[in-house]
């Protein structure tokens, strides 16, 4: 199993609609965990952390579910620009281990 | 422009040769990381410094693989005797080590093409 895990998608959404993917993660240890966003043949890039309480940032909202050991993602309004991969993160043993990303896309 | 620059963006070699990447970190973060990324898949830690002290290898990294920091700032990393699966996205990041929870911010990459 690996330790951190992700549909790959692709998720396609019509531009406007609300889409939530989850990432779980197998180390009850983990402590930090972060979303990050990346486009086709770029860097990924730092969307938001996850934090134990939840937070948002404008249309997007993370929540970390610590009994089942999950961390969500949720777009609201989605938006063409939103189309891109998005990685789930947790550290384990001091290293930051990267899910395999879900693929999103935003139709008109 | 302050954020992690990597030199070259794009490498082509052929199989046997020996290639080597350049990384220059956010200039006040102390940590610096070695990923390398596939079509399709996560990044896959490869090291990472804090200054210039290696503290971590991934079992991922054989031996022709070396990376250096020597003085704590820049780092490079260098694929000796280049195989067709070494052909990947080799990112770097850097951070600010401080207390958990810290943020990576990721260069642009290096695109490696091994013929």
């Known amino acids: 199993r690996k330790e951190v895990e992700q549909d790959p998608g692709p998720f396609n959404v019509p531009e406007g609609a609300t889409v939530a993917f989850n990432c779980t993660y197998s180390n009850s240890a983990s402590q930090s965990f972060f979303w990050y966003r990346q486009d086709c043949r770029k860097e990924p890039k730092l969307l938001m952390s996850?934090?134990?309480?939840?937070n948002e940032d404008g249309r997007f909202t993370a929540q970390l579910n610590r009994a089942s050991q999950y961390i969500s993602l949720l777009i609201r309004d989605s938006k063409l620009s939103d189309s891109a991969t998005y990685l789930c993160v947790a550290d384990s043993n001091y290293q930051l281990i990267w899910g395999a990303g879900t693929k999103l896309i935003i139709k008109p | 422009d302050t954020g992690v620059s990597q030199d070259p963006r794009h490498k082509i070699t052929k199989r046997g040769q020996n290639v080597t990447f350049r990384c220059d970190p956010i200039?006040?973060?102390?940590?610096l990381y070695w990923y390398r990324q596939t079509l399709g898949q996560g990044p896959e830690f490869l090291t990472y410094?804090?200054?210039?002290?290696?503290?971590?290898k991934s079992r991922l990294l054989s031996d022709r693989f070396s990376a250096e920091r020597p003085k704590g700032s820049f780092s490079t990393l260098e694929i000796q005797r280049t195989e067709q699966g070494d052909s990947a996205m080799y990112l770097c990041?850097?951070?600010?080590?401080?207390?958990?929870?810290?943020?990576?911010?990721f260069g642009p990459g290096t695109r490696l093409l091994v013929l």
């Open positions: 996850v934090y134990s309480s939840g």
């Open positions: 990041a850097s951070s600010l080590h401080a207390s958990i929870g810290e943020t990576q911010y």
């Open positions: 200039s006040e973060h102390n940590r």
């Open positions: 410094f804090q200054n210039e002290a290696q503290l971590e």
